[in-house]
């Protein structure tokens, strides 16, 4: 065992991949790959077959034909889930009774009762749980932080956060491999589609402009109020806004779509001014910018490019080997709360109190 000031290596934290899934392969796996914390050792899939072919063309060492031989793998530290919504508390608890730390792909869950689970499941077998909002390692964010610590726009009382984007009019097979074919026979259907997997608006890219607000004012909401439109083929939200309202009254737009071409972006205003991020949630590995606009005038700073993915992976690696989950990240328990009171808001016509 190392110890401080010791110059010995720290052992790689070892992944498995549950589900061939185009984020992981796309995503997750070259971003633990670019990162120096981790390494990918197993993937498995439950389509015959399918996950020795993408072990192959991935270099990855083995390769499991169920999701439970993965997770029974004694070479297998940590798991990352990147299955349809729906699908999350099951392997993220069956993931923890079999000792694996856990980081799930976002959100968590559509419930609180289901993140509650989840999040107890963890605790209880001694495992780290992250819900996967990659963003939020990203260093344009820690210097909103610092701007905003500094009070360079006073007192934040607004955010305005959105991601939204135009899928294909279609809406068939854009949900990427495995996913798509676990919802008994809606093959050609995109998983985001899928109700019986959680899919809609609010799940897949919404989720990420509630994030964010709550990341902003370092908070969670008082009461929330929503409206949506359910695609009546799908029976799912392809359209979503919130009112979201925190302490000290202030307040949260946020808005997640399919159905139009929009930004992924937030700003949030103070009395003094604002602070605006035009690329939020996918900035991509270039410099992002970050606008502040004070007095009438903007400036702009430019913040060094990462792989976000890559920063989420050591970031998770980082929390195991501490044995608690390191800021600012989080274990998706409060991100639930929030989402199932939106979806109530929205079902019901009326404001959703939290707290």
Same mark, same amino acid.
């Given at each position: 065992m190392s110890h401080p000031g010791s110059t010995m290596q720290r052992p790689k934290l070892r992944w498995g991949v549950v589900s061939t899934a185009r984020i992981g392969r796309q995503r997750f796996i070259p971003g633990v790959r670019a990162g120096t914390q981790g390494e990918v050792v197993a993937i498995a899939s439950r389509e015959p077959g399918r996950?020795?072919?993408?072990s192959a063309e991935l270099?990855?060492?083995?390769a499991h034909g169920t999701y439970e031989g993965l997770l029974s793998d004694p070479e297998v530290d940590a798991v990352y889930i990147g299955l349809p919504n729906g699908m999350h508390a099951e392997w993220t608890i069956r993931a923890a009774e079999a000792g694996k730390h856990v980081l799930c792909?976002?959100?968590?869950?559509r419930r609180a009762a289901d993140a509650a689970r989840m999040t107890e499941a963890c605790r209880r077998a001694g495992v780290i749980l992250m819900e996967a909002?990659?963003?939020r390692l990203h260093p344009q964010h820690a210097r909103v932080q610092a701007l905003l610590q500094q009070g360079v726009i006073g007192a934040p009382a607004f955010v305005r956060a959105s991601f939204c984007f135009s899928m294909d009019t279609g809406r068939r097979g854009q949900g990427g491999g495995e996913t798509n074919r676990l919802a008994g026979g809606r093959a050609t259907v995109d998983v985001r589609l899928q109700a019986g997997l959680e899919g809609g608006a609010l799940m897949d890219?919404?989720?990420y402009a509630v994030n964010a607000a709550r990341y902003l004012f370092g908070a969670e909401p008082v009461e929330v109020s929503a409206q949506q439109r359910v695609d009546p083929e799908f029976g799912v939200d392809t359209a979503f806004a919130g009112l979201l309202r925190f302490p000290g009254d202030c307040l949260a737009l946020i808005d997640g779509s399919f159905d139009a071409a929009g930004t992924q972006r937030y700003e949030i205003a103070g009395a003094a001014g604002l602070i605006q991020v035009e690329?939020?949630?996918?900035?991509?590995d270039g410099p992002a910018t970050v606008h502040v606009v004070t =007095? &009438?005038?903007?400036?702009?700073?430019?913040?060094?490019?990462?792989?976000?993915?890559?920063?989420?992976a050591d970031h998770f690696a980082r929390s195991v080997r =501490? &044995?608690?989950?390191l800021p600012p990240a989080e274990d998706g328990l409060a991100q639930a709360a929030v989402v199932e009171a939106l979806y109530r808001s929205a079902d019901t016509g009326q404001a959703v109190r939290l707290a």
């Open positions: 996950a020795q072919v993408v270099g990855i060492p083995r792909e976002k959100p968590l869950a909002f990659m963003y890219v919404g989720c690329r939020a949630y996918l900035p991509g =007095s &009438g005038q903007q400036r702009s700073e430019e913040i060094s490019g990462a792989n976000q993915y890559a920063l989420e =501490s &044995g608690r989950l």
